[in-house]
Nanobody, 121 residues
Framework: QVQLVESGGGLVQAGGSLRLSCLASGSIFSINDMGWYRQAPGKQRELVARITNSDSTHYADFVKGRFAISRDNAKNMVALQMNSLKPEDTAVYYC???????????????WGQGTQVTVSS
């Protein structure tokens, strides 16, 4: 059983910062990509940032220069440092990992339960 658990969400004023963390636990053989997505009310879930197991990163245009993704492979953790937050960043943020639970198993996508980020104006 694999679990992804996010932490670090909350309420912050515009211009402020938050740091999200996600810990993957359970029977994990290896993790490929990890990432963060978000979903605002009435909108589709969208990619925020992704990071490969070789630390190559990709960011959505709307967070470039403000957010930074990082990971600790030894701890199966991924973090998202969010700076210069805007009210439009308000959403539920979800952690995502593409991993295998055994050497011969296919890659499978796992999701966390989400953490709320609210940015007040």
């Amino acid at each position: 059983q694999v679990q992804l658990v996010e932490s670090g969400g909350g309420l912050v004023q515009a211009g402020g910062s938050l740091r999200l963390s996600c810990l993957a636990s359970g029977s994990i053989f290896s993790i490929n990509d990890m990432g963060w997505y978000r979903q605002a009310p009435g909108k589709q879930r969208e990619l925020v940032a992704r990071i490969t197991n070789s630390d190559s990163t990709h960011y959505a245009d709307f967070v470039k220069g403000r957010f930074a993704i990082s990971r600790d492979n030894a701890k199966n953790m991924v973090a998202l440092q969010m700076n210069s937050l805007k009210p439009e960043d308000t959403a539920v943020y979800y952690c995502n990992a593409v991993l295998t639970i055994a050497d011969t198993d296919p890659l499978t996508v796992y999701w966390g339960q989400g953490t709320q980020v609210t940015v007040s104006s």
